[in-house]
């Protein structure tokens, strides 16, 4: 049973991405802790048994209490193990159809990468229109830090400007000293910073694992087209995303609102004045470059010496045709009788994503929706809306929870067929380890699912890891029983009647670890504070799983037994008169 449990860990241990950074400590920890509380079974425990137990085996009022109620309750498992044998096709018909029920409980289930948890802060995503200054943004900037001071339990506010974007964020005060969390205080947020005037601000929480990503949602679309031409797309996703109900907001960085000029000289009439085109972009350059053009020493240090209009005209294209120009005949012409200014407007930034164009829909999600759910949204509309030449693609936490969202279940496969070698090696045989693995592990699987469709938590990466956990557990009671079984068939008994024996011999047992699991993963599921999310979800799924597929096991593995299992008493048997005529 040790080397099943340690087994069933060692697998994550060499998971690759985050998923591996996060659990690698985990896996190798418990599966080495697992091993020394196996040594410590086989030899300090029979020690300190022999110097702890009552004295020729006397026992307390309590024991004999305790004692009375489980002889109690086997006599009664006996009873009802007797009669579901005798009706072993509804056993098992039950237990199959529960066992299926685990594929529409997961498909059903919300995922997401991780829970959203409460870690004191809301993140403010600030945009300013494309010729905003660096002042400009920061004036507007004190409305987002007055607007996110509005919220109960505010306090410090960090931030970092640019020139046309920024972000920042808010910290609250300690979870026990406020009374609202910040998944409540999202939409308030978002609701104080639409009313800020100049800037875009939209309210983030911070993503609960590491990600390169700020947002809940980013989806990345794809195509050869250019920018002008994917715009309508982008337009229309954002307002059916919007129409879903299910976005806080929803964003794109494909913006063409970058105002450009563009000035077409007359080059005939920059020939009438004797002049040329590089002439005329010297000239312009020594005022628009801010390159340097000389040196001065001023108390024995040199100054460079950059010509350059006010600053007052630079912003206005237009004041740059009055700029005087020289002609070979010393005369001053101003800009605007040798050119004219073509206004425009361009993409903000020309993104690209795997080497192709592409544009972003960024999103939040309202409290209560899964990020899942808002990729799916994405998904469903791209393939309704976008032309067949469209490609898509992810960014930040969306790309993770794409690629490694469902590692953990492939970890599950691996485990599930490390353990069943494990227990053909020690079993000498395939037919009993497949017994264990189909008597315990789908249904008590199929029963932690129950409680992810039931939306007390959802599947991520920290119910898959109970989800591997779960396997281990509940196959060391399987384990329990198939192995007794064994050597009571042994023994010379029938099939049948060693399953029946083992599963009530070893009754008291596997209450006893399938107790022991539950009192002590109990805490984990009604913690509440920072963090309590993560907990929640491999509490809930190792309670839930335990509980559930410990009854499983006691009911549903002795038929499963009975179809599987070899007839071993008849080999021994067999074996017997041959030995006895060569004795």
């Known amino acids: 049973m040790t080397l099943t449990l340690a087994t069933v860990y060692a697998p994550i241990g060499f ?20 091993l020394i509380s196996g040594m410590v079974a086989l030899t300090l425990s029979p020690v300190m048994s022999a110097w702890m137990a009552p004295e020729k ?26 009669g579901l044998l005798a009706n072993n096709g509804p056993v098992l018909f039950t237990a199959v159809f529960f066992a299926l029920l685990a594929a529409p409980f997961f498909l059903l289930s919300q995922k997401e990468l991780a829970p959203t948890e409460d870690q004191g802060e809301i993140n403010v995503a600030i945009t300013a229109p494309p010729e905003a200054s660096l002042a ?24 970092m400007v640019m020139a046309n974007f920024g972000f920042g964020g808010m910290k609250f005060d300690d979870f026990d000293e406020r009374e609202l969390s910040t998944q409540e205080m999202l939409p308030m947020a978002f609701g104080a910073l639409s009313e800020v005037t100049g800037l875009t601000a939209f309210p983030v929480l911070p993503s ?13 679309v794809l195509s050869s087209d250019s920018a002008a031409q994917m715009l309508p797309y982008a337009d229309r996703l954002m307002d059916r995303a919007r129409e879903t109900g299910i976005f806080l907001f929803v964003d794109t960085d494909l913006r063409i609102d970058l105002p450009q000029g563009r000035f077409l000289v007359d080059r005939e009439r920059v020939a009438d004045l004797d002049m040329d085109l590089a002439e005329v972009s010297r000239q312009l350059g020594a005022f628009l470059s801010a390159n340097y053009v000389n040196r001065f020493d001023l108390d024995g240090t040199a100054y460079r010496v950059i010509p350059m209009i006010e600053r007052s ?18 005369d001053m012409v101003p800009l605007s009788a040798l050119a004219r200014l073509d206004e425009t407007v361009a993409p903000r930034v020309l993104a690209k994503f795997q080497q192709k164009n592409a544009f972003r829909i960024r999103g939040g999600l309202i409290p209560g929706r899964t990020k899942e759910e808002g990729l799916q ?12 030449h469209y490609a898509i693609d992810y960014a930040g936490e969306s790309r993770q929870l794409r690629q490694e969202g469902s590692t953990l279940l492939g970890v599950l496969g691996i485990s599930l067929a490390f353990v069943f070698m494990a227990l053909a090696v020690q079993f000498n045989s395939f037919r009993d380890p497949l017994v264990v693995l189909l008597g315990s592990a789908p249904l008590a699987l199929s029963s932690a699912l129950l409680f992810t ?18 396997v281990g557990l509940i196959s060391k009671n399987a384990i329990l029983i198939v192995e007794f079984a064994r050597q009571l068939q042994a023994e010379g008994l029938a099939k049948l009647e060693a399953i029946k024996g083992a599963a009530e011999t070893r009754l008291r047992p596997v209450l006893m670890t399938a107790g022991a699991t539950v009192m002590g993963h109990m805490p984990l599921v009604f913690v509440t504070g920072p963090g309590a999310e993560a907990r929640n979800s491999i509490g809930i799924v190792l309670v839930a799983g335990m509980l559930l597929g410990t009854l499983f096991t006691l009911f549903v593995l002795p038929s499963i037994y009975c179809l599987l299992a070899a007839e071993r008493h008849k080999e021994s048997e067999a074996v017997d008169p041959a030995v006895a005529a060569a004795t």
């Open 377 to 388: 949204a994405m998904e469903s509309l791209a393939a309704e809306l976008l032309p067949p």
């Open 57 to 82: 085996g006397r026992e307390s009022a309590m024991t004999r209490r305790v004692n009375h109620l489980f002889d109690a309750t086997r006599r009664r498992y006996r009873r009802l193990l007797d």
């Open 453 to 470: 469709y039931l939306d007390l938590t959802t599947i991520n990466t920290y119910t898959q890891i109970g989800f591997i956990t779960l």
């Open 136 to 159: 400009y943004t920061e004036r507007y900037m004190t409305d987002v830090v007055d607007a996110m001071e509005s919220l109960p339990g505010s306090g410090l506010m960090w931030q």
């Open 15 to 34: 998971l690759s991405g985050l998923t591996g950074v996060l659990f690698k400590e985990f896996a190798f920890t418990l599966a080495v802790a697992v």
């Open 313 to 330: 005209g630079r912003p206005d294209p237009d004041a740059l045709l009055d700029i005087k120009l020289r002609t070979p005949g010393g």
């Open 208 to 220: 609960p694992l590491p990600s390169a990503g700020r947002f809940d949602m980013e989806f990345v």
